[in-house]
């Protein structure tokens, strides 16, 4: 069965100061990955996605992932870090087989980012 | 173009009673799903509705269903509630091309059982 896992629950890092998020994924075939962000009190926010090619992929607000197949990794990185970008950062992977239709996501438990100033 | 809606957007409701919650996903969008986020089983996929279809099901018992209307809106309904019940309800809309299209999340939904 698919899953996601993110290993570090909470991350605290200084504002101006390099960002990686973990997440490894379970996944039988080339998966479809994702990055979503939360705010306080507010729903989900897409920040990057991984369907094929290029592995580094581009985000929004200066945000990159790099998909490492070997490593069943896909890391989310920021070079320098905004006291805005404390938030909760969800990775996810999407359940279903590329032939199948199905929006349905699973869900990492999420690392929760502090930022100092 | 307006995003993801969800009504209402706080709810208290006592154990025993029925919820009916909303969503209108952005225009143009046919599929719609919906996550149930709690501090202790984080994101959990509750279902997801395609052209009025379910199309997927998460594992969630009978108290939980929902339906989709010939615009896409959608409702989840949970009765008989328990305290176990209160959570962040999230609806997110899609194109409905599958497994790997752009999803739209909705602020949420915050249900309160007493």
């Known amino acids: 069965a698919q899953s996601v896992t993110q290993p570090d629950i909470h991350i605290t890092v200084s504002e101006g100061a390099s960002l990686e998020l973990r997440c490894n994924y379970s996944y039988g075939a080339t998966p479809y990955l994702f990055w979503y962000v939360q705010s306080p009190g507010q729903g989900l926010q897409l920040l990057l996605k991984y369907f094929s090619g290029d592995t580094l992929v581009q985000g929004i607000k200066g945000f990159e992932a790099e998909f490492k197949r070997s490593q069943s990794s896909f890391n989310l990185r920021k070079p320098s870090v905004h006291w805005s970008d404390a938030a909760e950062y969800f990775c996810a992977v999407g359940a279903g087989e590329r032939s199948y239709n199905t929006d349905k996501l699973i869900f990492g438990t999420g690392t929760r980012l502090q930022v100092f100033p | 173009k307006a995003g993801v809606t969800q009504t209402p957007r706080y709810l208290i409701k006592t154990r025993g009673q029925q919820v009916t919650l909303s969503c209108s996903p952005i225009?143009?969008?046919?599929?719609v799903s919906w996550y149930q986020q709690t501090p202790g089983q984080g994101l959990q996929f509750l279902f997801e509705?395609?052209?009025?279809?379910?199309?997927n099901k998460g594992n969630f018992p009978g108290r939980f269903s929902g339906r989709q209307f010939s615009n896409s809106r959608s409702e989840m309904n949970v009765s008989t509630l328990e305290l176990g019940d209160s959570a962040l309800y999230l609806c997110?809309?899609?194109f409905g091309g599958g497994a790997g299209r752009e999803q739209y999340f909705g602020p949420g939904t915050r249900l309160t059982v007493t």
């Open positions: 509705y395609f052209s009025e279809t379910q199309r």
């Open positions: 225009s143009g969008h046919r599929s």
């Open positions: 997110a809309s899609s």
